[in-house]
């Protein structure tokens, strides 16, 4: 607080004086910093100079490269918006003592300082090339003229420096690696003494070593199977991706084997695989592939099981026809067995096909039919039927084919002509009895000593058959009569 006078006399003695506030100017702040915090933006940072600070509070203009003033009432502030990256930045901080009545208080001279942006995070770009190496390539995105690029790998663990050099757009190859492993990386760029962040990691893979092929079998379902094992035992294999005759269709399995079906079982065939062992990467949705491995396979493919159809079932002959889904066959090779007879007894045939009559069959049994086709020296998978041949007096079983359905009709008609005329004489032999005089009281019966009368019953598949029949014995020895006849018993129905 000053002391003023005024006005003077001429002889420079004052009249009156009173009292006025004056805010002399803040000195400027002290230890203005500033730290990069991303490739756009910094944090700068200052205390009050040591004199004078707790006399009046003091509010703090913050300017940028000479653009728009910032009013500040911390000591540190954060300036984003900067040019990216790795811009150059001029700040300058000023005190201003706030309490004081005159305009806006005073402004004390700037304290300047320098700030830096970080540079841009960079990425690696990443590839199998080998079993035990992959190539990485480091894209600076943006950074120009890097002080340094370094690489790392593993972030479950703390980073460990792969490479360091100071090149744009370095690239280079990591060998040693375990084959079918899996890796992460990435990198950094200093520039105008900043790192940029460790923020991106990329995953690869090492390729998995080529397979070994174990073997090449054919198999008795048509078809060639091979069989594979992994090639390392220190890498991991997701399973095996086969290329069959150098189709474009790849096929993929996990196990250690694998079936391919030929188109014409039977016969003398060759057969090219292409198998490659493949490895799922994490974050890769394309699996890594090994080198392929080529094996060639040249073999007679055994045939495939044969279908058996019944075509008909006549009597005590079955009539079979037996083809192929895939391929051929030399000959076919038919085996019969009953399981339930009381004898053991098995008919073992070979035949060329597709259509084979047996004969003499055993009626009203359960017949076990096996049917393999054999194509050089060699008998595919037994198809297998079960079927049952009725007594030639049961009547048809099956029947599908036209010619059988022909004989069988005439058949039936001839039977049914004998069936009727052997009605017509019962009933005459019937009338006779009921108009015969009635025998003598004294006459003996001999009903008991009489066996039942015998009727022949008739066959659908025969042309004729006998007339009823009584036993001479129960006849009068006088008249010549009959005393009693029984009548035969009904046939037991059957559907036909």
Not at 353 to 379: I, K, M, R, W
Not at 459 to 467: G, I, L, V, W
Request: glycine share 6%.
């Amino acid at each position: 607080t000053l002391q003023a006078s005024y006005p003077l006399t001429p002889e420079n003695t004052p009249l009156g004086s009173l009292p006025v506030s004056v805010c002399t100017c803040p000195e400027a702040p002290e230890n203005i910093t500033s730290e990069a915090l991303s490739p756009s933006s910094v944090l700068v940072s200052w205390t009050p100079a040591a004199s004078g600070r707790d006399s009046l509070e003091e509010t703090f203009v913050v300017t940028v490269n000479s653009g728009a003033e910032i009013q500040v009432g911390s000591r540190h502030v954060a300036l984003s918006g900067l040019d990216a990256p790795s811009s150059t930045n001029h700040i300058r901080v000023s005190s201003v003592t706030a309490g004081c009545q005159s305009g806006g208080g005073q402004r004390s001279a700037p304290a300047q300082v320098t700030s830096y942006t970080k540079p841009f995070n960079t990425k690696v770009s990443v590839k199998a090339v080998s079993e035990t190496s992959v190539e990485l390539c480091v894209d600076l995105n943006g950074n120009r003229e890097p002080e340094a690029v370094e690489m790392y790998t593993s972030p479950e663990r703390p980073p460990t420096l792969v490479h360091s050099s100071s090149e744009a757009g370095l690239c280079l190859v990591r060998g040693a690696l375990h084959p079918g492993s899996e890796h992460r990386f990435s990198s950094r760029v200093l520039k105008l003494g900043y790192w940029s962040d460790l923020l991106e990691w990329t995953p690869v893979c090492t390729r998995p070593a080529a397979p070994n092929i174990q073997d090449i079998e054919t198999d008795i379902s048509g078809g060639v199977t091979i069989f594979m094992e992994s090639g390392s035992s220190s890498g991991k294999s997701s399973g095996y991706l086969i290329a069959v005759n150098g189709s474009d269709e790849s096929f993929t399995t996990s196990e250690d084997h694998f079936t391919v079906q030929v188109p014409q079982p039977g016969t003398v065939q060759t057969v090219h695989f292409r198998v490659s062992s493949f490895f799922t990467c994490p974050g890769d949705e394309n699996p890594v592939l090994s080198v392929p491995v080529n094996e060639s396979f040249t073999s007679c493919i055994p045939a495939v099981a044969p279908t058996i159809e019944v075509v008909s079932s006549i009597g005590t002959q079955m009539t079979l026809n037996v083809t192929q889904e895939r391929g051929t066959a030399d000959f076919y090779r038919l085996e019969m067995s009953y399981p339930r007879s009381r004898t053991e007894y098995r008919r073992v045939t070979q035949f060329k096909g597709p259509l084979v009559t047996v004969q003499d069959l055993p009626p009203d049994e359960l017949t076990v039919v096996q049917v393999e086709a054999v194509a050089c020296g060699v008998g595919s998978v037994k198809s297998r039927i079960m079927h049952r041949i009725d007594h030639a007096s049961r009547g048809l079983d099956r029947l599908t084919t036209p010619l059988t359905a022909t004989f069988l009709l005439s058949t039936l008609v001839g039977a049914a002509l004998t069936g009727l005329a052997h009605i017509a004489s019962l009933l005459a032999f019937r009338h006779a009895l009921a108009h015969a005089p009635p025998p003598d009281k004294e006459e003996r019966r001999v009903e008991d000593s009489c066996p039942v009368i015998e009727v022949t019953h008739v066959s659908h598949f025969k042309s004729s058959c006998s007339s009823s029949k009584y036993h001479r014995n129960c006849m009068d020895s006088e008249s010549k009569r009959p005393w009693m006849i029984r009548p035969p018993p009904p046939s037991p129905k059957r559907e036909v």
